[in-house]
Structure formats: C-alpha cells, structure tokens
C-alpha cells in the first residue's frame, strides 16, 4: 500500500507539473514594449502654445509661445509677439518675432537667436505675411508654415541660450538695488519698432525663468514661459506693468519688476 501510495503521488505530481507548464507557456511574452507619452509640453498658462506644420515638403518640428497683444491697423503696436524654437531636417533653430499691422496686412518681423550651437542664422525684417485664421496663425513670404493652437504637445526643449546673436540688443541683468541674487539675459529685437518685443531668461535665487515681452497702448508687458525645460518661474505682468527707462547703456526696469539691463 505505501509503494502504491508513493508511485500515486509521483504520477500525480508529475501530471500537475506538466499542467503547469502548459498554462505557463500561454502566457504571452511582451518583446518591444513601447508606451504612448502623453502631451507633456505647453508655453504655460500666460501664453498660446502652436505647434508648427510645413505647407511644404519639409521634414521638421517645433513650437512656438505666442503673447497676443492690441495692435490694430494704423498703430505700431504688436498683434502678437512670439518666441519660437525647434528643427527643419537636422537644423535647429530658434527665433524671436512680432507681428505688426501695414494698412490691413499683417507683417511678421523675426530674428534668429545663435551662437548657443544652433543652426540658422537668419534674419526677417518684415518679409512674413501672417493671417490669423481661428485656432491657425499661417506664415508665408519667406517662411512658408503653418502654426496649429494646442493645449500640449510631444516636445523636447532646446537647451536654455546663454547669448542673443548678432540681430539683437543684448543685455545683461542684474537687480536693480543689488539686493537679490541672480542673473540673467535680454534679447531684445533690433527688427520692427524699437525696444518693442524681447526674450528673456535668467535666474532668481537660483530659480529659473524664460519670458516673452511685449508691449500694448498702456506699455509694456510680459509672460513666463512655464513648460519644461525653460524653469518652474510662472507669472504673468499686465500691460503698463513694466516701464523701461532708458539710460546710458541700456535700461532700468521698474514698476512690477527692478532691473538693470545693461
């Protein structure tokens, strides 16, 4: 009875092994597994984020943070004013521009920003036709592109620029009564009405930050670009905010902000 016992339980084990197998071998093995990214990068909550499409046969990519401002036809005042980044091919490439109304037409201004290991180095001193078409902003004449409104996108930021280019005013930035630590970089185009439309970033106590600025009929105003990559900083400055006084070498910055840019 006990070999019988023994010889019973042998076979039994050996059949629920072989039960095992067979189950463990429908499972099925997951090779290449590749999960889908979510949206992650927008402009932040001050500005509009696009995203830039060719109406050509161009392989590229790339977004651009919009600041809309009051420009209307017979102002000089900007429509809208714009930092843009990103790649055509395997040039990168990154820009500044504002947009001005002549008569009822809507004239794009741009200046690329280099010498921080980009690409391009081109300058557009009022050769782009832009129309605002709903959630679609179309550029033509020496561009030839198409930007689409989205709340976030799939994107990589370029690293942070430490310098404008040639096509800028250049200006570093220190607080204006030397009482906070920090630095920083101004890239004010040199294209369209003067000391209009700028890029910045820098740091505050060792935070960092990126901004568009601009100017309306009350003066001068800006927002932070708040997606990844260009610093956690996230405000918004309402137009006549910010006053840039003009002195010797450059400007003091006063009311929501003190800077020296010089």
Not at 236 to 241: E, I, K, M, T
Request: charged content about 15%; some cysteine.
């Amino acid at each position: 009875m006990l070999r019988l016992t023994l010889k019973s339980l042998t076979l039994g084990s050996m059949v629920a092994m072989s039960t095992a197998t067979s189950v463990f071998a429908q499972v099925p093995v997951l090779e290449n597994l590749q999960l889908v990214q979510a949206p992650s990068f927008s402009c932040g909550r001050y500005l509009r984020t696009y995203i830039v499409k060719p109406l050509d046969n161009r392989k590229g990519s790339g977004i651009r943070c919009v600041k809309l401002s009051e420009g209307k036809p017979g102002t000089t005042v900007p429509r809208l004013a714009w930092y843009g980044e990103g790649k055509w091919g395997n040039a990168t490439y990154r820009h500044v521009g504002q947009a001005i109304y002549r008569n009822s037409n809507l004239v794009g201004f741009a200046s690329d920003i280099y010498g921080n290991g980009e690409n391009t180095n081109n300058n557009f001193p009022g050769n782009l036709k832009m129309q605002i078409l709903g959630s679609t902003i179309r550029v033509t004449g020496a561009w030839n592109e198409e930007w689409q409104l989205v709340r976030a996108t799939n994107y990589n930021p370029l690293p942070r620029p430490r310098t404008c280019g040639g096509y800028f005013d250049q200006y570093k930035v220190s607080d204006l009564a030397g009482s906070r630590q920090g630095s920083g970089l101004r890239c004010v185009l040199r294209v369209g009405p003067d000391n209009t439309t700028w890029f910045g970033n820098g740091n505050w106590g060792g935070s960092t930050y990126s901004h568009i600025g601009t100017r309306s009929f009350n003066g001068h105003g800006a927002a932070d670009i708040c997606g990844a990559g260009f610093g956690p900083i996230c405000n918004n400055f309402a137009w006549g905010s910010l006053k840039l006084n003009p002195v010797p070498g450059g400007f003091d910055v006063t009311g929501a902000w003190s800077e020296k840019w010089r």
